[in-house]
């Protein structure tokens, strides 16, 4: 990510929300109650978290509404500067998130004027839309590829990738132990081959990184097109791949061939591969 462009932005932003925003991977096969609460708890949050930023951002510093005001948003400030400087990690921010609910309810215990209510209501909508495009910032981790042949489909929406060439497609899904043999293969529409990590021995980061051939943004101009991640080579508890997992509905699911579950080794139902496109070269 030389220079400034969109893969370091979307990296900054991430890097900034997610410690807050996102949650880490934490056992829920050992009980369905638990893996449902755990799910549910999961989807809410993020929903209570922009929701008292906006109660917070519109609270008056009038009729005793400063002090909430000042020391909320100063919170959030610090749980993004954390964020930022510490590695986008939730364990750090999830202590102080309660803290954040509390004061913006001793917002709203607040006298609030018709105005102020409509301004919260519509700074709520922002962040919201706000979060929806940078849907990332929400991923859970992880989603395992635990054994070869599995097939995880993406759909990529019409007109997502760029109108002209050169252009490159990012997938987040890494090895977290080097060498390996755990191998996959990208296909797109009708099952034509536009990646194989067996070939691109230098690509070994947490993200796969594939030049879009000019067939697939022509047909991508005209209707959504299927992405298709294929496992081959020799896998082991060692050696597989992680996925970090956009969840719904922030974006469109993918689906895996074999299991109505995105990750079953992880209790991960459903949820978006972290997939973006930008003109040019990575």
């Known amino acids: 990510m030389q220079g ?3 893969d370091r932005t979307r990296l900054l932003i991430w890097r900034a929300c997610h410690g807050f925003l996102g949650t880490e991977y934490y056992d829920p096969l050992w009980s369905r109650s638990y893996a449902r609460f755990s799910n549910d708890s999961r989807w809410l949050s ?11 951002l519109a609270l008056p510093f009038s009729d005793g509404g400063m002090a909430p005001k000042v020391i909320g948003l100063l919170l959030v400030t610090l749980l993004s500067a954390q964020s930022f400087i510490l590695g986008a990690l939730p364990r750090y921010a999830l202590p102080l998130l309660p803290a954040v609910l509390l004061f913006a309810s001793a917002g709203l215990a607040q006298p609030w004027r018709v105005g102020r209510r409509v301004a919260a209501a519509a700074v709520f909508l922002a962040l919201l839309i706000a979060t929806v495009s940078h849907g990332y910032v929400l991923d859970r981790e992880w989603g395992v590829i635990e054994r070869a042949g599995l097939r995880i489909e993406q759909t990529i929406p019409r007109g997502a990738l760029p109108d002209r060439l050169p252009a490159t497609l990012h997938v987040r899904i890494g090895r977290p132990l080097l060498p ?3 191998e996959l293969d990208v296909f797109g529409p009708g099952g034509r081959r536009i990646y194989a990590t067996a070939e691109e021995r230098l690509d070994d980061g947490p993200l796969l990184t594939i030049p879009l051939p000019g067939w697939i943004i022509e047909e991508n101009r005209r209707s959504a097109v299927p992405i298709t991640v294929v496992s ?15 969840p719904r509905p922030w974006a469109a699911p993918a689906r895996r061939a074999d299991s109505e579950e995105l990750s079953p080794a992880t209790g991960i139902a459903s949820g978006s591969l972290d997939w973006w496109a930008h ?4």
């Open 4 to 6: 400034w462009g969109p």
């Open 46 to 56: 993020p929903i209570l978290i922009l929701l008292s930023v906006a109660i917070l």
């Open 180 to 182: 390996s043999q755990a």
């Open 232 to 246: 081959a080579g020799i896998y082991d508890r060692l050696h597989f791949w992680l996925f970090p997992v956009i």
């Open 279 to 282: 003109e040019g070269t990575p």
